[in-house]
């Protein structure tokens, strides 16, 4: 178990240790993957160019950086509450057709009808009531508008996170209460569909989006899980030093390993696309 920490403590994190806040460390755990899936999402959705994109939670990047290369926007409004985050995404992305600014899933300071395009990138699962987001959402696209999403399948899809948890789990049986696998949510089969139809939008379309990760050594998987920022790595900061190492080398010991040293998993994310009629 974490140190100092009772049964008490654990249900108090399963509320409070999935911490976003370091842009860098959203980078080097989830960020290099997310841009590859952003990548696919975008041509899925099948825009043609010259549309107003909204990106809700749009973090450091990796969605609005998709939109502008493969959908030719005319205008792309990036909203993330992390001030950190829109400060990484503006410093990346300069084009003048981007810009960001403060706003939640449920409050996106957008007009009405404002929007051709909403999409958002690996947010729903994080958004404390998704019926409210998907109303602002239908609100401030325009009729005809598409509206787009994906989060990652933490149950069966995220094999990194998958292998992190079953490491946690197997040196200390509590942690099975952090575990994102079992508080799946949105991301659960049939959440997706069923809330955007209960938001009134139409054509409402699921699909599967996966992605190798490849790590280059167990370091590459294995450092990214203490930058504290994510549910794993928020987990892993209340750790103390023998308990850290413990989940370590078990993870060291379960994953498989090629001969040259690097490690090949897959990442899933469920995806939905759907209109305002």
Not at 69 to 83: F, H, M, N, Q, Y
Not at 232 to 237: E, F, H, I, K, L
Request: a negative charge; glycine letters at 10%.
């Amino acid at each position: 178990m974490a140190a100092g920490c009772d049964r008490s403590e654990t249900s108090r994190l399963v509320s409070g240790y999935e911490r976003w806040a370091s842009s860098d460390a959203y980078e080097r755990y989830i960020g290099r993957w997310s841009r590859r899936v952003a990548d696919q999402f975008v041509v899925s959705l099948e825009v043609p160019p010259g549309r107003r994109w909204l990106d809700v939670g749009c973090g450091t990047g990796a969605l609005s950086q998709a939109i502008l290369k493969r959908s030719a926007p005319a205008a792309l409004t990036g909203i993330d509450p992390v001030e950190a985050f829109l400060a990484r995404a503006s410093a990346a992305l300069s084009d003048p057709r981007a810009s960001f600014r403060l706003g939640s899933a449920a409050d996106t300071g957008i007009p009405d009808g404002a929007a051709d395009v909403v999409v958002a990138g690996l947010v729903l699962n994080f958004v404390p009531d998704v019926g409210a987001a998907l109303v602002e959402w239908r609100r401030v696209l325009a009729p005809g508008g598409v509206v787009g999403a994906y989060v990652w399948d933490y149950a069966r899809g995220m094999g990194f996170i998958r292998q992190f948890w079953d490491a946690a789990v197997a040196v200390d049986p509590a942690a099975a209460a952090l575990d994102q696998g079992g508080r799946a949510g949105i991301a659960a089969p049939g959440q997706l569909e069923t809330a955007f139809r209960a938001a009134g939008f139409v054509a409402v379309e699921l699909r599967s989006i996966a992605i190798p990760t490849v790590f280059v050594d167990f370091d590459d998987l294995w450092l990214p899980f203490l930058g504290g920022t994510g549910g794993a790595p928020g987990y892993v900061a209340t750790l103390d030093d023998p308990h850290r190492d413990a989940i370590r080398e078990q993870l060291r010991r379960s994953v498989a390993v090629e001969p040259d040293g690097s490690i090949h998993l897959e990442a899933r994310a469920r995806a939905v696309r759907a209109s305002r009629d």
